[in-house]
């Protein structure tokens, strides 16, 4: 099956900072998220984005489908966006494979 | 609208005993799925439903785990004589038509096997 990398695999950040976190995929993709996963353990659903770039708030993704990569940038972070960011991607298998997750902790 | 929701949130069992996870998708939803989470890992995929039939379950780990969906709506997953690597959060998603869509995912149920 496809194989999804999420780099770092933790971050820290002091509030106030920007930071960007990678997504690597190993074949094509039909459908690209990214969510949130808070210290309760909700899925939250950031972006739908197989290709191109989107902005929500703070928050922005691209997705560059033929190399293979996705970004999620955090800009003027805040303690609130402490938790555990996934990736995940469908391929030709049509199964909705997550990455290791990166690890965020936002300090005030 | 409603999102997706699950229930019960946390269920604890004893070794070798029945549990059942219900899952209620978004109204409209054709599409629902079931992933399972062990701490400090990504979710996995078990199943995934497109309608009452099951699409694909090549992710359910044996044949003590099964799920359906009787009318394409609601859905649960059952797990019989379970064991304590059977302990985990278990999520179910749905998404308007194929997992090529968006999905969605309700609060999970964690799973506790004494």
């Known amino acids: 099956g496809i194989q999804v990398e999420q780099s770092p695999p933790d971050l820290i950040l002091q509030e106030g900072a920007n930071s960007t976190l990678r997504c690597n995929f190993s074949?094509?993709?039909?459908?690209l998220q990214w969510f949130h996963q808070n210290p309760w353990g909700q899925l939250i659903n950031l972006f739908y984005i197989p290709s191109g770039t989107k902005q929500n708030g703070r928050l922005s993704a691209t997705t560059v489908a033929t190399e293979r990569y996705s970004l999620l940038y955090i800009s003027s972070s805040q303690t609130t966006d402490s938790g555990v960011y996934f990736c995940a991607v469908v391929s030709s298998d049509y199964k909705l494979s997550f990455g290791a997750g990166t690890t965020v902790t936002v300090r005030a | 609208g409603a999102g997706v929701s699950q229930t019960p949130s946390n269920k604890v069992t004893e070794k070798g005993k029945y549990v059942e996870l219900r899952c209620d998708p978004i109204s409209g939803h054709t599409a629902l799925y079931w992933y399972r989470q062990s701490l400090g890992q990504g979710p996995e995929f078990l199943i995934y439903f497109q309608g009452t039939g099951a699409a694909d379950d090549s992710g359910l780990p044996n044949d003590r785990f099964f799920a359906v969906r009787p009318e394409g709506s609601v859905s649960t997953l059952k797990i019989q004589r379970t064991e304590r690597g059977d302990s985990a959060v278990y999520l179910c998603a749905s998404s308007l038509m194929a997992p090529t869509d968006t999905q969605y995912f309700g609060p999970g149920t964690r799973l506790t096997v004494l």
């Open positions: 074949d094509s993709v039909n459908n």
